[in-house]
């Protein structure tokens, strides 16, 4: 054998020796880790937090026996519609309670101080129909400035001229009540000195349905003792324990959305207040948290919500910011690196890393304010596993999206 024989008899040996070890290479190399991927886009983002709620009937106008005797069988049920001015109940006045010195003065006091809180209730209507005014008014000027206002200042003074609204309302039916008990003392004195036998009525001093029947059945009353709570299913609002963490995020006139409560579509509402003392309040796992009352008022048109009654559970999403078009990525690919916040971007079958600039946080998505393009796919749930370089594969059929 000749030396050119030899060399290319080695040069063969060489190459197969070459190639049986790039074969072992590749095939004892780690097989590509199997990963769900997401993919960098650009939809519209909703900022919010979610706490359960609870309808409640802001006021409640009880019916009282403004003096002891004998309340007649009623026939009005809980959920019966009454008007103002409608006759609910009827009190037989014993004899005692017409003929007694005592009885007849404290009637007398009792008429002159529902005399009294009737002209404080005009009083209070006089002031919050000011409030109106004003109110309206600051909302009309701040609507003519919309180029140069902002849309948070727009919906506070929307959020001010609707609560003030809803006090004039209130003030008003609580006017109509403050005159009914003084009709129903002024009439309770005019049978001063009779006989028994007479019937004093008491009647609804607003329109609205009755919520509670305390007697079931002719019975003697005391003077003071409640017979019926009448409300107005209109008046009713939503009342969240948010934590305070939260609550100082909500500003008054935010829109919420309301799920949950058990019809098919979802109501909107507002934020009317924000109270400012917090509570303590332990939750279900034994921790101490700091709550504050936060109120609500539906903005859905009311017979959407009918069917709500007073004490009813509902879901509420407070929106705290929103964008139409908001470039964003699911929360759960975003991996902490330090005092910097990575996605592992899919780049030529290999999860590389790329610093991400976060800004607002969603439900289950994160806007993204530089580092990635929309298209990008990403890997959607890395674990300890993912690192820088390491090939991976996409799971067939998976592909996440920004908030799911």
């Known amino acids: 054998m000749n030396a050119k024989q030899r060399i290319v008899r080695w040069s063969l040996i060489a190459c197969a020796l070459l190639a049986a070890a790039a074969l072992a290479v590749w095939w004892l190399r780690p097989a590509p880790l199997p990963v769900e991927v997401a993919e960098v886009r650009r939809a519209p983002f909703v900022q919010s937090f979610v706490e359960e709620g609870r309808t ?27 008007r103002a001015g409608q006759r609910v109940a009827e009190v037989e006045p014993s004899v005692a309670a017409l003929n007694d010195p005592a009885q007849r003065a404290r009637l007398r006091a009792e008429t002159d101080a529902a005399g009294e809180a009737e002209d404080a209730a005009r009083h209070a209507l006089q002031a919050a129909d000011t409030a109106l005014r004003l109110a309206r008014s600051d909302l009309t000027r701040l609507q003519g400035m919309r180029a ?29 009540a403050a005159a009914q008990r003084h009709a129903a003392y002024e009439r309770l004195l005019a049978l001063e000195g009779r006989g028994g036998g007479q019937v004093l009525a008491l ?3 607003i329109d609205g349905v009755v919520i509670r029947r305390y007697q079931e059945s002719a019975v003697p009353v005391a003077v003071g003792q409640a017979i019926l709570e009448i409300g107005d299913p209109r ?40 109270e400012p003392g917090a509570f303590t309040k332990v ?25 709500l009654g007073d004490g009813y559970r509902v879901e509420v999403e407070f929106v705290l910011s929103e964008g139409a ?32 600039q976060i800004g607002r946080r969603g439900s289950g998505a994160t806007e993204i304010r530089a580092g990635v ?23 067939p059929g998976a592909a996440a999206t920004p908030g799911s």
């Open 235 to 274: 008046d009713l609002e939503i009342e969240v324990q948010a934590l305070s963490a939260d609550a100082v995020k909500l500003r008054a006139g935010m829109r919420a959305l309301i799920h949950e409560w058990g019809g098919a579509h979802t109501l909107e509402a507002r934020v009317r207040r924000i």
């Open 325 to 356: 078009d908001v470039l964003q990525v699911p929360s759960g690919a975003l991996v902490r690196d330090g005092d910097r916040w990575t996605v592992f971007a899919v780049r030529g079958g290999r999860a590389r890393a790329v610093p991400v």
């Open 283 to 307: 939750s279900a796992l034994g921790v101490e948290e700091q709550r504050t009352y936060v109120r609500l008022d539906f903005t859905s048109p009311y017979a959407e919500w009918a069917q």
């Open 203 to 205: 009647t609804a001093p």
């Open 56 to 82: 409640r009937l802001e006021h409640r106008y009880l019916v009282a026996a403004p003096v002891g005797g004998m309340l007649h069988r009623m026939t009005l049920r809980e959920g019966d519609p009454v």
């Open 373 to 395: 393009r929309a298209g990008e796919r990403i890997v959607a749930w890395p674990d300890d596993r993912i690192v820088d370089g390491v090939r991976v594969r996409a799971l």
């Open 148 to 176: 140069v206002v902002a849309p948070s200042a727009l919906d506070a003074a929307a959020a001010r001229a609707e609560e003030a609204a809803q006090r004039r309302d209130a003030a008003q039916a609580e006017l109509a």
